[in-house]
């Protein structure tokens, strides 16, 4: 099994731009989270989908943040515009019916 | 206020010593998880534990749940280089379907 496949695995962008991070959970999984962590902050749930439909965004920071699942194997989270306090590592993790969390190496975005 | 403290945040040990780290609420949960995360890699899951005063055991590590389901304890015998790593617990909230994690306590064994 690939396990949760998250990309780009580093981002850099400057303040202002548009940054789309993807992630693919792992199949046969019908929820998907995307979580956010930084030192000061740890590691923060930002939204839950449960069989492709959002079900708790209350953890979304602010509007320039969204995210979509158009399918159960494809998941995007995207921040418009990008600002230096945006810089974290953003996981994705799945999960089964049943079963636990299983997390994505991650993608470390640096917004300068 | 975080629902979960953990603590040290931050310890730095020899190879072969012992330590303790800790995850501490003043709520009740029904269940409490362990996660060990490596750098540049995600969380992974070590262990679950559910019922009060439960210890498990996985390998060198022992993890225990307390009486009143608030707090519990991760130790390590031996530790080895390979222990290195933040490790992080974490609760479901009430549906069980979200988790909850606590700040972390970052781990460095040294050869």
């Known amino acids: 099994d690939a396990g949760v496949i998250q990309s780009p695995r580093h981002e850099v962008t400057e303040m202002g731009q548009e940054v789309t991070l993807r992630c693919k959970p792992i199949?046969?999984?019908?929820?998907l989270f995307w979580y956010r962590q930084t030192m000061m902050r740890g590691l923060e749930l930002l939204i839950y989908?449960?069989?492709?439909?959002?079900?708790?965004d209350s953890g979304m920071p602010e509007d320039r943040f969204s995210a979509k699942m158009p399918n159960a194997s494809f998941s995007t989270l995207k921040i418009q515009p990008s600002e230096p306090r945006d810089s974290a590592v953003y996981f994705c993790?799945?999960?089964?019916?049943?079963?636990?969390?299983?997390f994505g190496p991650g993608t470390r975005l640096t917004v300068t | 206020t975080q629902l979960l403290e953990q603590s040290p945040q931050f310890l730095s040990i020899q190879e072969g010593e012992n330590l303790t780290v800790y995850c501490n609420s003043s709520?009740?949960?029904?269940?409490l998880q362990w996660y060990r995360q490596e750098p540049g890699e995600g969380p992974v899951l070590l262990v679950t534990?559910?019922?009060?005063?439960e210890v498990k055991k996985l390998k060198r590590l022992t993890f225990q749940f307390g009486d009143a389901r608030k707090d519990s304890s991760l130790h390590i015998t031996a530790a080895q280089p390979g222990d290195t790593g933040l490790y992080l617990c974490?609760?479901?909230?009430?549906?069980?379907?979200?988790?909850?994690f606590g700040g972390g306590t970052r781990l460095m064994v040294k050869p």
């Open positions: 534990v559910v019922t009060g005063g």
């Open positions: 974490a609760v479901r909230n009430n549906a069980g379907n979200m988790l909850t």
């Open positions: 993790a799945s999960r089964s019916s049943d079963g636990e969390q299983y």
């Open positions: 199949s046969g999984h019908n929820s």
């Open positions: 709520s009740v949960f029904s269940s």
């Open positions: 989908f449960n069989n492709n439909v959002p079900i708790d």
